[in-house]
T-cell receptor, first 111, second 112 residues
């Protein structure tokens, strides 16, 4: 079993749709959590950090449930430019460089 | 642009050969991490360098080795290449306390 698991998708949604991605992690000692975005075979880029209290950045909302070891990302009012692979990332400590990535969930937003 | 540069962008090698990949970290970042990303998978942590010393290693064999230089740039060396080493190799820099990884655009390695 992988340490970080994601539904690979693909998710194909129309513009304006709301879509939710889920991620589970197996190491209960994990301390920090993130969502990264990766466009086709380009470098991953940080989308947002994830906190137990939940956090929102415009159309994006991330949530962490430590008890269930579950992370989510909600995208509202999807845009064509949201088409990408979304990587769930978990870290056991404060060292960002030793992160564990999920295999990603692919989103395609269609007109 | 992240300020992290990698070279070369593409490389083709044959089984058994050796390869060196290079990375220049973002200005002010003293930590460099290397990741391997196979097609359809997420990046996998290979190792990290901090102040010229290896500072943690993932589940990769010893034929994967690295260096970090005084200017914090780094090299990844892979000996005795295998077909399964074909992947996108990503370098990421970070500061000692930062939570964000800044990735270079990667080196696409193909082993034939």
């Amino acid at each position: 079993r992988k340490e970080v698991e994601q539904d690979p998708g693909p998710f194909n949604v129309p513009e304006g749709a709301t879509v939710a991605f889920n991620c589970t992690y197996s190491n209960s000692a994990s301390q920090s959590f993130f969502w990264y975005r990766q466009d086709c075979r380009k470098e991953p880029k940080l989308l947002m950090s994830v906190y137990s209290s939940g956090n929102e950045d415009g159309r994006f909302t991330a949530q962490l449930n430590r008890a269930s070891q579950y992370i989510s990302l909600l995208i509202r009012d999807s845009k064509l430019s949201d088409s990408a692979t979304y990587l769930c990332v978990v870290n056991r400590g404060a060292n960002a460089g030793k992160s564990t990535f999920g295999d990603g969930t692919t989103l395609t937003v269609k007109p | 642009e992240t300020g992290v540069t990698q070279s070369p962008t593409h490389l083709i090698k044959t089984r058994g050969q050796q390869v060196t990949l290079r990375c220049s970290s973002q200005s002010g970042h003293n930590t460099v991490s290397w990741y391997q990303q196979a097609l359809g998978q997420g990046p996998q942590f290979i190792f990290q360098y901090y102040r010229e010393e290896e500072n943690g290693r993932g589940n990769f064999p010893p034929r994967f080795s690295g260096l970090q230089f005084p200017n914090y740039s780094s090299e990844l060396n892979v000996n005795a290449l295998e077909l399964d080493d074909s992947a996108l190799y990503l370098c990421a820099s970070s500061s000692g306390t930062g939570i964000e990884l800044f990735f270079g655009s990667g080196t696409q390695l193909s082993v034939l």
